[in-house]
């Protein structure tokens, strides 16, 4: 299954929050933002670690859709990434204002620069 067939084209870069106006009841999204890294000794790699946020209705809704992210980036390869990594496991969390579902993961993930 494609990411795109659970979230269309809510994937929201560079945030921690979906943006205004967006609730659970549009659809799924996800965001996610750098939160750290580093470059490789002559810069030609990054090595950022990426924070994923996967959200849904309810929590199976959001712990499926993040399996459906791991099941991509989980030792994912192409012309730019060389390889990415888990660094742990999902977890299911509520935002505390909004008492929206998430799943809460973060992968290292190797970036030819």
Request: proline content about 4%; overall charge negative; charged content about 25%.
């Amino acid at each position: 299954m494609e990411l795109t067939d659970l979230v269309g084209s809510r994937i929201y870069a560079g945030r921690d929050v979906p943006p205004a106006g967006y609730k659970p009841g549009d659809g799924n999204c996800i965001t996610f933002k750098v939160r750290g890294g580093g470059a490789d000794y002559d810069d030609a790699l990054l090595n950022p670690s990426v924070q994923f946020k996967c959200y849904s209705t309810d929590e199976v809704g959001a712990y499926a859709l993040y399996r459906v992210l791991y099941d991509h980036l989980q030792n994912a390869k192409s012309s730019q990434i060389l390889h990415a990594e888990s660094e742990t496991f999902g977890q299911i969390l509520e935002e505390p204002e909004t008492e929206w579902y998430f799943v809460l993961a973060y992968f290292t993930i190797m970036i030819r620069r």
